[in-house]
């Protein structure tokens, strides 16, 4: 086979396999390489010298090599090189299978474009010493237009193809499915601001997913590539547009109201509206089918608890004294409603949980709690399924769940803080909340800070590059019925400033909400807690503390005093001590069960009655055949009203996951005081 022959071969493979597409490729291949792996591959015996060198040594077919070599087309996400084609003579078929194989085993790393269409040499004419004129034939392509650019900068137009090829990978590995037909639900029940304007170009995304999903791990680079030049910029580069914002912030579990309301307040702040619940009527139907299936219909019916339900070997303590000791002294009884400065136990003696669980409550015959106001978001709910014979729908091998204070199965403000996305892991964080006290509370409250260097960090200068010091969440527009807060904090010590560091609560706009706020300040692995419990007046300032911080690190000084007034909470006044009915582990840790999700203390109060409307259940409980269906699920949770119950099993729970404590007062033989860490 003559070399015009291979040349005409070349072309016509590579015509025949640019039909129908629109890009093609280059993979990662080292010029030099390529060259000697062109070289090399001949046979012996047919690249011998020629004149000073060897016969294919041509330096017209080397520059087309290195130029044009380890261009590859990406058909059904594998690599296809224009050397896969077959010839007639073994010599030139072992040049085309190694390099076909060595540019195959490199990754892509470009879109290939040109500025001329011509690659390489058709051919040239020598003439020799004795008159006769010879033709040189070389390797060459014609390129399609299409592939070709004479306006732009070549490297600028490849920049683009790469930047749009990355955004749409990490869009497609951080976007979950899942958040991609929640977000066209909100559209189809118009529940989200300027929501239509995207719907066309998520359906297209959700069929990229599913087609990514599909395609096995080695070739999803190469799907990405091609794909990412078929769509249209706002796919390719959906995770950096507000859209992408709210489906990355459902793919991580963020509470959908919230994440709506981020997106919304990005492309309309004054236009949030709360979405519909988000399922349809497939996804009821067909979680209603599995629910049906397993025999757990029965077990969507929950009410309060009662120690009724309970079995003696899951019980920590009972306190059978309490009752007659309350009732014996009508002047005790009033004694002890006085507040109680809780300040005056900052000496007493301390104990882990687990070893006062052991030790202390076998021997005690009377256990009563101090019930502090910012014990608040400790109160919490035993559930307990209607139809005691119920299967349970919980990992656990019991049917019983319990409800924290807002329906949150650990609420404080640090989770809030977390679930609206801001950062509870600085070495430093300023966290405010209100609207978290029953009556909806509009007021626009505000965290401030003015650090050391008088930098003023707050809603219009959120960000300290210098010191790092961050308000990620500036809630305008409280939700009903959602917990609003705001949060500063600062990431790297190593970054802040020494000096002091002013925290303030300002009122930017008073519209009726007369609860206060709450606060926590947080370094160190020690949470201050605030509770200031007065209304604040339109543009009313309040200082909450001040923190200094220098090479010995934090110290505090206290701006608020902490709060003595009594609040009733759940039927029971706050700052004095309460009688324990019982105390118990968390469902998921009773009949000897371990390691079911994280283990809860609770300590049952007498007369406390939730005044509330709990959730019965929530997915975190669910088994995992439930799970798929959690959209709905989370709808029922609200949903299923839970019957209430006067002695129903209610009062204050701590997680194991949480650094926390509790003064406890304990009677056996002696009467002792202690403080119980969590």
């Known amino acids: 086979m003559e070399f015009k022959q291979f040349k005409e071969l070349l072309q016509k493979s590579f015509k025949t396999k640019s039909m129908g597409e629109n890009h093609i490729f280059q993979t990662n291949t080292d010029k030099d390489e390529i060259r000697n792996i062109y070289l090399e591959s001949f046979p012996p015996g047919t690249n011998e010298i020629f004149r000073e060198r060897r016969e294919f040594d041509c330096s017209a077919c080397l520059h087309f090599i290195k130029a044009f070599g380890n261009v590859v087309f990406i058909k059904q996400n594998k690599l296809v090189s224009i050397w896969d084609f077959e010839v007639d003579d073994p010599k030139y078929q072992a040049v085309i299978n190694n390099l076909a194989e060595y540019v195959k085993s490199k990754p892509v790393i470009d879109v290939f474009v040109s500025r001329e269409r011509k690659i390489g040499v058709d051919k040239n004419f020598e003439k020799l010493e004795n008159g006769q004129v010879t033709e040189w034939h070389h390797l060459f392509i014609e390129l399609p237009e299409k592939y070709t650019n004479k306006k732009d900068s070549i490297e600028t137009i490849k920049s683009k193809y790469r930047?749009?090829?990355?955004?749409?990978?990490?869009?497609l590995d951080e976007i979950s499915q899942e958040s991609i037909e929640v977000v066209l639900e909100l559209i189809s029940q118009n529940s989200l601001y300027k929501g239509e304007e995207w719907k066309s170009d998520l359906e297209k995304f959700l069929e990229c997913k599913k087609n990514y999903l599909k395609v096995p791990e080695e070739d999803r680079e190469n799907y990405v590539w091609k794909e990412s030049t078929l769509v249209s910029v706002a796919i390719s580069k959906i995770r950096n547009h507000s859209m992408g914002?709210?489906?990355?912030?459902?793919?991580?579990?963020?509470?959908?109201?919230?994440?709506?309301?981020?997106?919304?307040?990005?492309?309309?702040?004054?236009?949030?509206?709360?979405?519909?619940?988000?399922?349809?009527?497939?996804?009821?139907?067909?979680?209603?089918?599995?629910?049906?299936?397993?025999?757990?219909?029965?077990s969507l019916k929950r009410r309060h608890a009662t120690l009724d339900d309970i079995t003696i070997n899951n019980l920590l303590f009972t306190n059978r004294d309490a009752a007659k000791r309350i009732e014996g002294d009508v002047f005790a009884e009033m004694e002890e409603e006085i507040a109680i400065d809780s300040r005056k136990f900052s000496k007493i003696e301390e104990i882990p949980v687990e070893a006062f669980v052991k030790e202390i409550l076998p021997k005690a015959k009377e256990v009563k709690v101090f019930f502090e106001n910012s014990k608040e978001n400790n109160l919490v709910s035993l559930i307990a399924p209607v139809n005691k014979d119920a299967p349970t729908m919980f990992k656990w091998d019991n049917a019983f769940s319990w409800a924290y204070s807002g329906n949150i199965a650990d609420s404080d403000i640090k989770d809030n803080v977390k679930r609206a996305g801001g950062n509870v892991e600085g070495v430093l964080r300023f966290s405010i909340q209100w609207n978290d006290r029953g009556e909806y509370d509009q007021n626009d409250l505000d965290a401030h800070c003015v650090e050391p260097g008088g930098n003023h960090i707050y809603f219009s200068n959120m960000r300290n590059p210098r010191t790092k010091g961050?308000?990620?969440i500036d809630i305008v527009d409280p939700s009903r019925g959602v917990p609003a807060v705001e949060n500063i904090a600062w990431a790297d010590k190593s970054k802040m400033e020494h000096?002091?560091?002013?925290?303030?609560?300002?009122?930017?706009?008073?519209?009726?909400?007369?609860?206060?706020?709450?606060?926590?300040?947080?370094?160190?692995?020690?949470?201050?807690?605030?509770?200031?419990?007065?209304?604040?007046?339109?543009?009313?300032?309040?200082?909450?503390?001040?923190?200094?911080?220098?090479?010995?690190?934090?110290?505090?000084?206290?701006?608020?005093?902490?709060?003595?007034?009594s609040r009733e909470?759940?039927?029971?006044?706050?700052?004095?001590?309460?009688?324990?009915?019982?105390?118990?582990?968390?469902?998921?840790?009773?009949?000897?069960?371990?390691?079911?999700?994280?283990?809860?203390?609770?300590?049952?109060?007498?007369?406390?009655?939730?005044?509330?409307?709990?959730?019965?259940?929530?997915?975190?409980?669910?088994k995992q055949e439930l799970v798929e269906h959690k959209r709905v699920f989370e709808a029922l949770g609200s949903k299923m009203a839970v019957t209430n119950a006067e002695d129903q099993l209610s009062g204050l729970g701590f997680s194991s996951t949480k650094r926390d404590e509790l003064i406890v007062k304990v009677i056996g033989q002696t009467e002792r005081v202690i403080k119980v860490r969590f």
């Open 163 to 171: 930047s749009a090829k990355d955004v749409f990978k990490r869009s």
């Open 245 to 298: 914002t709210l489906l990355i912030d459902i793919s991580e579990n963020m509470d959908l109201d919230i994440a709506v309301k981020r997106y919304e307040k990005i492309v309309a702040p004054t236009n949030y509206k709360r979405p519909k619940p988000v399922f349809s009527k497939r996804m009821l139907e067909k979680a209603k089918e599995t629910v049906s299936e397993l025999g757990y219909m029965d």
């Open 470 to 472: 961050y308000l990620d």
């Open 499 to 565: 000096g002091v560091y002013k925290f303030c609560v300002h009122n930017f706009s008073f519209r009726g909400g007369k609860q206060g706020f709450k606060a926590e300040i947080e370094f160190g692995g020690q949470i201050y807690r605030f509770d200031y419990n007065k209304p604040l007046k339109h543009k009313e300032f309040v200082p909450v503390a001040e923190v200094t911080f220098n090479q010995n690190g934090f110290t505090i000084k206290e701006l608020i005093p902490s709060t003595l007034s």
């Open 569 to 622: 909470m759940w039927g029971i006044n706050t700052q004095q001590f309460v009688p324990v009915s019982t105390i118990m582990y968390s469902p998921n840790y009773w009949d000897k069960q371990f390691g079911v999700g994280n283990k809860h203390y609770f300590f049952m109060l007498k007369g406390c009655v939730n005044s509330e409307k709990p959730n019965g259940f929530y997915n975190e409980f669910l």
